[in-house]
Every structure is written in structure tokens, then in C-alpha cells.
């Protein structure tokens, strides 16, 4: 955990309960409140829950047939929306109006493979993904009890991460292509294609904070991939290349609290786990 109060300068490690192979997403709708989903050792998704700001996590109940829980977003302390598969390989979503003390599994229209990111306010949740001919959006005005996929502006194979601040979205993932951002400022409605620099092929994550967006991601291609870190001051009609310090090999997602603190996680070139700090 971090204590903001220091912006980072300390992290110290908390206990989780037994079991747990990884957990890939976490969202902190107040001081002391925090969700977090992931896999299992035996390969069932997995949803832990803080009340007093991760002196404990508990383990919470989970419909059954999750294979893995890719993102989770709440806009109050007790309402989240968590996505990812199931064992058969499509994508599923799954609400709580309690804080997670019970998670119920929500409809989705059409054919989802798999959901890799889901964004929440008090007006709308906006989940991503892929399905049979390409990326997917899916977006829900009533936590999660119905979801609609929305139009889009070109074919995407598949998007990896979504930020929305009231009805003001972006969603970045690849293409054949390269690297993809789409925008909107209606809750989806409409979405418009932004351009990336063209030596990123990947976008694996973003956050905003008003105007001002940060994405992380990749450039080249295996086995020769680099870290990127992108950044707009204008809702991404134009997205830059920013500097990083070396060596860093991978940059996997971001949060940022202003629109000049972030912080974005990944992996050096030793292989181990690193947090950068853009102030």
C-alpha cells in the first residue's frame, strides 16, 4: 500500500489471504476502502476487500464459473463492477451494491470474449475488451444491471484499459496497425479515433485527470518490445512520447491523482517489479 499523505515516499507490503496467485487491478473509492481481483492458485477469479485501508483483506464470495478477474472500478464505497472471463473463455461482469460482501453476475449482450478493463462514475461504467470480429465497449447507466455495446469508430482486435471522469472516457488497447486511443465526451454515444506516435504497437493503460492523460504501453515488437509512457494535455487530440528513467522494461498501468502526480507500474530489465512517480 502507499500512503498518499506522502506521496509514495514509503510503500510497505500488506497480507493478503492464502491462495492467491496474482492480482491484476484495484480501485480505492475512499481513504480506507479498496477492491482487488485476480486468479487463484487452482485458477478461479478471485475479488479481496479492505474497510480499514488494508490492515486486513478478507476474501469475498464469488459467483461461481470466473475463471479470472481482470479489472474493477467502484464509484461509491459500496458499489463496484468487476470484469474478466470465464473457464470457457468469454467475458463476464460481475456487480456489488454492498461493498462485496455479494457479487452477482450481469448480463451482456451479444458474444464477449474477454473483459481486460472496466471505468466507473456516479453516471455511467464503460468495460472493454474483445469479441469474435474485434475490440469491444460496453456501457451501463444503472451499475451494471444492463450493458449495451457501443459503436466504434474503426475495428480494433482488442482494448486493454478505460479511465472515465463523468461522461468524459478514454479506452487504449492494438491493432494491426499499432497502438489505439478512442475518446469521448458523451458517456459514449460517440467515440473518435486519436493518433498515436507510430512507433508504439501497444497501449496497456490509461488515466486522466481533466484534460491531461497519461497511457503506458509498448513499442517494437517481440522479442524486442520497450516500455513507452504517452502523454496529452488536450483530451488526446495529440499524444507525446515522454521521457523514462532506464532501464525500465515494462510499463503495464497508471493512476494519477492531478493532473502532475502519477504513478505507473511494470517490470526493469532485471525482472523485477518497479512504481515510477511523474510529478
Known sequence: SSDLANSGTTWQAERAPGGIESLDAISCPAATMCE????????????????????????????SGIAFLHGVACSSATSCEAVGTTPSGTGVALGTVDAGKTWETQHLPGQVFALNGVACTTA????????????????????GATWTAQSL?????????????????????YGGAGAVALGTTNGGTTWHSQTIPSS??????VACSGTTCEAVGQTGSFPSFGAVVLGTTNSGTSWKIQTIPTPVASVLGIACISATTCWAGGANTAGSGLVLLYH
Open 36 to 63: 482487488s481481483v485476480g486468479q487463484s492458485v487452482s485458477g478461479a477469479g478471485v475479488a479481496l476487500g479492505t474497510t480499514n485501508g488494508g490492515t486486513t483483506w478478507l476474501m469475498q464470495s464469488l459467483p
Open 124 to 143: 455511467l461504467c464503460e468495460a472493454v475488451g474483445a469479441g469474435p470480429t474485434g475490440g469491444v465497449v460496453l456501457s451501463s447507466t444503472n451499475n
Open 153 to 173: 469508430p474503426k475495428a480494433v482486435p482488442s482494448f486493454r484499459g478505460v479511465t472515465c471522469a463523468k461522461t468524459t472516457c478514454e479506452t487504449v488497447g
Open 200 to 205: 508504439v504497437s501497444s497501449l496497456l493503460g
